[in-house]
């Protein structure tokens, strides 16, 4: 079955870094477009990067961009999300996901599969 599995959140000072994972089993992860999203405390889902499936080309919203990096290890099918520069507002759960390939409405991708998230906590 599939399933996403992601680690190394934690607790770090404003300018720290973090290195993200996301353990995919059931389908080789080149194959999806997958995306790292996050939802801070009160605060609606936000997609933060994701990558193209067959070409590995990488999207970034403008919030982290230059600051975070998405890669994959298509051997061990595992997805990494590299954040350095952290600031207080990064601070947020953060979720592996799979796309779906289909639109909503407002012309944003959809997910069938999740992780259950990582917390990432940016504090002095």
């Known amino acids: 079955e599939v399933q996403l599995v992601e680690s190394g959140g934690d607790m770090v000072a404003p300018g720290g870094s973090l290195r993200l994972s996301c353990v995919v089993s059931g389908y080789p992860i080149n194959t999806r477009d997958m995306s790292w999203l996050r939802q801070a405390p009160g605060k609606g889902l936000e997609w933060v990067t994701g990558?193209?499936?067959?070409?590995?080309?990488?999207f970034y919203a403008e919030s982290v961009r230059g600051r975070f990096i998405m890669s994959r290890d298509n051997a061990k099918n595992i997805l990494y999300l590299q954040m350095d520069s952290l600031k207080p507002e990064d601070t947020a759960r953060y979720f592996c996901?799979?796309?779906?390939?289909?639109?909503?409405?407002?012309?944003?991708?959809?997910?069938?599969?999740w992780g259950q998230g990582t917390q990432v906590t940016v504090s002095t």
């Open positions: 990558i193209k499936a067959f070409t590995g080309r990488e």
């Open positions: 996901a799979r796309a779906t390939g289909w639109a909503k409405a407002d012309g944003s991708y959809d997910y069938d599969f």
